[in-house]
């Protein structure tokens, strides 16, 4: 095997492993020049796919691309006999690749490290081998995979039977024969669907213990894809090019049909079009927003359950293998051959523990409540501890002799997935935080292989021999993390990718899914930066140039993006007028915000005319009156109206349980400062003598405003201070303007980029009010009298020009003794919090805005006019407003209008509001 005759004292790096990752990333760190070392404990090259020998497994990502890229040469000299390998040929494959690149001279087999430690003083790692011996090395470079350590069977008893027992993880390599035995199998993830089938055909009873059904598809096994072979034959690079900028790591093109208004013809199309196909991403690609839209996700999920019916016969067992309890997707989906016929055989059974648990593990069986099993042997396809596992169990210490395992206690915590901080010069490939598990791994791996030898070759270059992250960008990274997930449904499910599998593990999302493209691009743009968020030091001195790398909200890029491409004039380039007309096309477009109970049209006296209202009233328990918001929207005093801050209104009204009143109110330029704000203290004066006929509470009104609305919203309130009343209980401002100053650094910071530009802010002032006005409070309320103002919720946005003018006011209403809540919206623009049913990150900032509006309203009974209340029409007293009872509803084409904007932001993972809320997790049967 020509192995290396003896152990080096010291290399430059040491690697462990010898799967993918490891072998690639010790071809590249030799065209560097270094000296490398690969330790692993397996008896040859091959990573997961020398352990993993059961019957039936293969890849499940088609074999033309599950492949090196690197070398166009290796690509030409080795051909798949199948769509989807079997694990000898994967294995025949990997070491082709070691003895064709001359590998096996720098990797010691069957040798585990049992510890690693960082030397401070030599700035080395010092590597302790399972032999004995010790190696010591610049920089330590874990390749130890994703799913390598198997978990133990977290099951009473397993050391009790005497019958033979297998891993699906750990097969024995001279095979198992199971001709003619009584079988169980515990365990229906990818490992028990591959092997079922097989060891079902060898078995003379085979029953499977089955925890949670799983969704899985035909992999229809064959040939390769005559179309990818065409594709790769035509334009080799063009392909590769393409995978390696796709979201999955393999070429496709994102559907833009969505599944909750797709007609049903399309939706069986389509669902039918990914059966036939057999590919896990054409499966996960059928709508655009299934991994964001519980409906969708059920229109999908109920397809294959249809399938899954029509192929089991019997329908007990038909209705047991399928999957309920978590989304599509939100577990890792399955290939299989032959899978769910399986049942169809007379000797094998279905076992469903969720009914009927394992008790424990007899000596000559499995004992579950209520029925006793026996068998000769028992097959354990139970999982592994994901992603972390492999890393934690390594006994890595940092510096300060700090463990990775302690450092990782409440879950991991590393920079791009690469490196963690206080772990100098250690790499870990396919890390947590980084795509691995939901991409095509080879894609992946390449890409962290290439990207931690091109950062080894700047150190060199540069001076520079230790790297490590900084806690500032590895804590902006997680964030970044879980903030993908967060748009997602994938984190609802008990699944490894949250590391449910594993008593005791911490339940974090453990994989970056924001797509292996978002991916590549945030790290190429670490490199772009200097390598930002990185502390190097050497002869050539001590770099940092901390900051955090990806701090948006990744919805509210999609929509940057998505209004970028769109090309839109500036609004301060138009009219007023065709600013308005632009608005309001633009409005029409956007999902429709939540049902409420009840809208009603109407109008109030002004000072100078009748101004429209919308009332909106919340459905459902308590019948009776409600606390009374008057609400006041955006535009700059110059744009909007009541359709548009519609959305927003029915969900601060639906969150809250109070009962919203939006007023429209006069604009610039047509009618100047102070019209706005004199309309706004009228509206709040009218509501306040009609809060009865309103539906209201009296004495529970608050005002809320966003943006110019926030601005009148708050200068109400000073009016109505200085002029004793009416009482308001509280203000709600959301990215307000409170000033007219605009050098603060947040207008620097944001003044441009992020759709309120500080020339639109400008265009907006200059149609508002004179420069002799913008300082007066009523146009600038940060500089008045702020004593004896109602408790404020105050919103503000990192990306907002506005921000730190919202800030300074939340200050200065605290310094005269006003409670202020200030609601930091992380990640977001002046106008994302807003963007209902599209921006789903804005949907915790709403949440908290409502809880603001609950504490403002003391707890109050409801009154004795609640009854009638509830019959529109009954309290209308003279002069009260009349109610039209027109219910704004969410109607067919304003959805399909809304979708052709929204598909864009689904397809890359948005879309569909979700908090906790809104869509009440699935009630667990564990
Ligand atoms: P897995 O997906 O974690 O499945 C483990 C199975 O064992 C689940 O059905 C689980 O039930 C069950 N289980 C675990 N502990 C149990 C217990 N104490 N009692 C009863 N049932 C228990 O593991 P896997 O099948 O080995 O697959 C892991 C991952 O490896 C896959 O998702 C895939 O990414 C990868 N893989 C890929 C391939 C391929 O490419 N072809 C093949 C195999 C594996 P619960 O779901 O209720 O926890």
């Not at 020998?53 to 690509?75: I, K, N, Q």
């Not at 401002?733 to 409170?738: A, D, E, H, Q």
């Not at 949907?843 to 109050?860: H, S, T």
Request: net charge negative; charged share 20%; proline share 7%.
């Amino acid at each position: 095997m020509n192995e290396p005759s003896s152990v080096p004292e010291q290399v430059d790096v040491v690697v462990v492993g010898a799967g993918f990752s490891g072998l690639y990333m010790l071809y590249r760190l030799r065209q560097l020049g270094l000296s490398v070392y690969v330790l692993d404990s397996a008896g040859d090259v091959g990573g997961t796919w020398y352990w993993n020998r059961y019957p039936g497994a293969r890849c499940d990502v088609p074999t033309t691309d599950y492949a090196y890229s690197f070398d166009p040469e290796l690509e030409k000299a080795w051909t798949w006999s199948e769509k989807y390998a079997t694990q000898p040929e994967i294995l025949d494959y990997l070491r082709f690749v070691a003895d064709r690149y001359g590998l096996r001279s720098d990797i010691e087999f069957s040798a585990t490290v049992t510890s690693a430690r960082w030397d401070e003083q030599e700035k080395r790692w010092r590597i302790t081998t399972g032999h004995g011996t010790e190696i010591r090395c610049r920089y330590y470079i874990m390749a130890t995979g994703c799913l390598s350590l198997p978990k133990s069977p977290d099951i009473e008893g397993t050391d009790r039977f005497a019958g033979q027992v297998y891993f699906t993880s750990r097969w024995p390599h001279e095979g198992a024969d199971l001709t003619g035995q009584r079988v169980a199998v515990i365990g229906t993830g990818s490992s028990g669907i591959q092997s079922i089938p097989l060891i079902a055909r060898q078995a003379s009873q085979l029953t499977v213990f089955q925890r949670t059904a799983n969704f899985s598809i035909p992999a229809h096994n064959g040939p390769a894809s005559a179309d990818r072979l065409k594709q790769l034959g035509e334009d080799r690079d063009g392909y590769r090019h393409a995978a390696r900028w796709s979201r999955g790591g393999i070429p496709m093109e994102p559907t833009d049909v969505l599944g909750v208004t797709a007609s049903q013809a399309v939706r069986r199309e389509r669902f039918e079009a990914a059966w036939e196909l057999g590919e896990l991403f054409g499966i996960l690609n059928v709508f655009a927003d299934q991994a964001v839209n519980p409906a969708s996700n059920d229109i999908l999920a109920e397809m294959i359950r249809e399938k899954i019916r029509s192929i089991v016969k019997d329908p007990e067992t038909a209705e047991m293998l399928s999957p309920k309890g978590h989304y599509f997707g939100t577990k890792r989906p399955c290939l299989d051959t032959g899978y769910f016929e399986t049942y169809n055989m007379p000797h094998v059974r279905l076992v469903d523990l969720r009914k009927q648990p394992i008790v424990s593990i007899t000596e000559d069986g499995i004992e579950t409540a209520g029925q006793s099993f026996g068998f000769d042997a028992i097959v354990y396809a139970t999982g592994f501890d994901a992603m972390t596992g492999p890393l934690v169990g390594a006994n890595v210490a940092g510096r300060d002799g700090l463990s990775l395992k302690a450092k990782w206690e409440a879950g991991p915590s590393a920079y791009l997935g690469l490196m963690t901080a206080g772990f100098p010069n250690f790499f870990m490939l396919t890390g947590p935080g980084s795509p691995s598990v939901l991409s095509n791994m080879t894609v992946s791996i390449e890409q962290h292989v290439d990207w931690v030898a091109r950062c080894l070759k700047d150190m060199r270059e540069e001076g520079f021999e230790t790297i490590e992250p900084t806690a500032l960008a590895e804590s902006g990274w997680n964030q970044h993390v879980q903030d993908c997930a967060a748009i997602t449904l994938l984190p609802t499910a008990d699944s490894w990718y949250m590391g449910a599998n594993v008593p005791g593990k911490p339940r974090v999302f453990l994989p970056y899914i924001g797509g292996v493209d978002a991916y590549r691009q945030a790290c190429d743009d670490v490199v772009e930066q200097g390598y930002l968020g990185f502390r190097m030091t050497g002869p050539g001195g001590d770099r940092c140039r901390d900051g955090i790398i990806r701090r948006m909200q990744p919805d509210v890029a999609m929509v940057l993006e998505f209004l970028a491409a769109m090309g839109l004039p500036p609004l301060d380039t138009l009219s007023p007028a065709d600013a308005r007309a632009l608005m309001a096309a633009t409005a029409a477009t956007r999902p429709p915000g939540p049902e409420v109970g009840e809208v009603t049209d109407g109008v109030i006296p002004g000072p100078s005319g009748d101004l429209p209202y919308r009332l909106y009233r919340p459905a459902g328990p308590p019948e009776g009156p409600r606390p009374l918001v008057v609400y006041f929207h955006g535009g700059g005093w110059v744009l909007g109206n009541l359709d548009s801050d519609d959305p927003l209104c029915r969900d601060l009204c639906e969150r809250s349980g109070a009962a919203v009143i939006s007023v429209n109110y006069r604009h610039a330029p047509e009618a100047r400062f102070p019209a706005a704000a004199l309309d706004a203290f009228a509206a709040v004066q009218w509501a306040d003598a009609n809060a009865v006929e309103l539906g209201g509470i009296p004495g529970q009104l608050a005002v809320a405003g966003w943006s110019a609305g926030a601005n009148i919203a708050t200068v109400t309130c000073q009016q109505a201070r200085d002029a004793r009343g009416p009482h308001i209980c509280g203000q709600v401002l959301i990215c307000p303007v409170v000033d007219s100053d605009m050098t603060r650094p947040s207008y620097q910071e944001n003044g441009d980029g992020y759709i309120l530009t500080t020339t639109l802010m400008r265009w907006f002032w200059d149609h508002y009010a004179d420069p002799a006005d913008r300082g007066h409070p009523r146009a600038a309320p940060l500089r008045g009298d702020l004593q004896g103002l109602p408790s404020t919720c105050i919103v503000a946005a990192d990306f907002d020009p506005l921000r730190d003018e919202g800030v300074a006011y939340a200050r200065a209403l605290e310094a005269v003794g006003v409670p202020v809540r200030l609601t930091r919206a992380r990640g977001h623009t002046h106008t994302s919090v807003t963007m209902v049913g599209t921006v789903i990150s804005g949907a915790p900032v709403r949440a908290e805005i409502a809880e603001a509006l609950r504490d403002f309203f003391p707890a109050a009974e409801p009154l004795e006019h609640g009854r009638s209340w509830a019959m529109p029409g009954r309290m209308k007293r003279p002069g009260a407003p009349e109610r039209q009872n027109r219910t704004l509803r969410a109607t067919g084409p304003r959805v399909v209008t809304a979708a052709v904007v929204a598909s864009r932001y689904a397809r890359q993972g948005a879309f569909h509001e979700r908090d906790p809320g809104r869509n009440p997790p699935f009630v667990r049967e564990k």
